[in-house]
């Protein structure tokens, strides 16, 4: 199963656009990448996933580099609810097993 | 509504009891998880099970004991072996095709005095 690296923590001006890096350079050629968060004493929520090609829903937008080995997860107009630790995880295609969560990014939206 | 539903949301034990946390899922999952919480850290992987009368161990699997008797029930039991049992208890459920969302219960945070 592929390993990511995030930040630990990131700050973000309300209103403006967050941008959380994800490396996953071991990612092998089925694993998909997923994005959860998770608010303060919540269970994590599912945001968006991608193989290859961009995605976009209402939460976000995924951008995968043409190699695979790092994604960025844009929440295009940031609101303090936004605030929580973002997980980014390789999924093996397939076989549901292990999902495996690293530390994740601690986004702080400021107001 | 379908989902997947912990409980209780608070539970409190003695030490050395063995305790048995819920987890009820209606979406029609077939695989489903258990992961452990401390404050300030990520999740981590204690079981799971992708089929019915099937799981397996995750990376943190010593003092815990699960079984898949049904396909929407996955029970946790942290047993009196489990030398730090107080933490935020997660479930999880997801289907087994690739590709595809997990869906998280609301936790239950456990302590034992």
């Known amino acids: 199963d592929a390993k990511t690296t995030q930040p630990p923590s990131m700050d973000c001006a309300e209103g403006r656009a967050a941008n959380l890096p994800c490396n996953h350079s071991?990612?092998?050629?089925?694993?998909?990448v997923y994005w959860y968060r998770q608010i303060h004493s919540q269970g994590p929520q599912y945001i968006i996933h991608?193989?290859?090609n961009n995605e976009t829903n209402e939460m976000a937008s995924l951008i995968i580099t043409e190699d695979r080995k790092s994604s960025t997860l844009i929440l295009p107009h940031a609101t303090l609810r936004d605030t929580a630790v973002y997980y980014c995880?390789?999924?093996?295609?397939?076989?549901?097993?292990?999902?495996?969560f690293g530390q994740g990014t601690t986004l702080q939206v400021k107001p | 509504d379908g989902g997947i539903t912990q409980s209780p949301k608070y539970l409190f034990r003695k030490e050395g009891q063995n305790v048995t946390l819920s987890c009820e899922q209606n979406?029609?999952?077939?695989?489903m998880y258990w992961y452990r919480q401390d404050p300030g850290q990520g999740l981590r992987l204690i079981y799971y099970?992708?089929?019915?009368?099937?799981?397996q161990k995750g990376d943190i699997a010593e003092g815990y004991s699960v079984s898949r008797e049904k396909k929407e029930s996955f029970p946790l039991t942290v047993t009196s072996a489990q030398k730090n049992p107080t933490a935020f208890y997660l479930c999880?459920?997801?289907?087994?095709?690739?590709?595809?969302?997990?869906?998280f219960g609301q936790g239950t945070r456990l302590t034992v005095v």
């Open positions: 995880i390789a999924k093996p295609s397939g076989n549901t097993g292990k999902l495996i």
């Open positions: 099970s992708q089929i019915v009368n099937d799981f």
């Open positions: 991608g193989l290859k």
């Open positions: 071991t990612i092998s050629g089925n694993e998909y």
């Open positions: 979406l029609n999952h077939d695989a």
């Open positions: 999880a459920s997801s289907t087994q095709v690739g590709g595809t969302e997990a869906f």
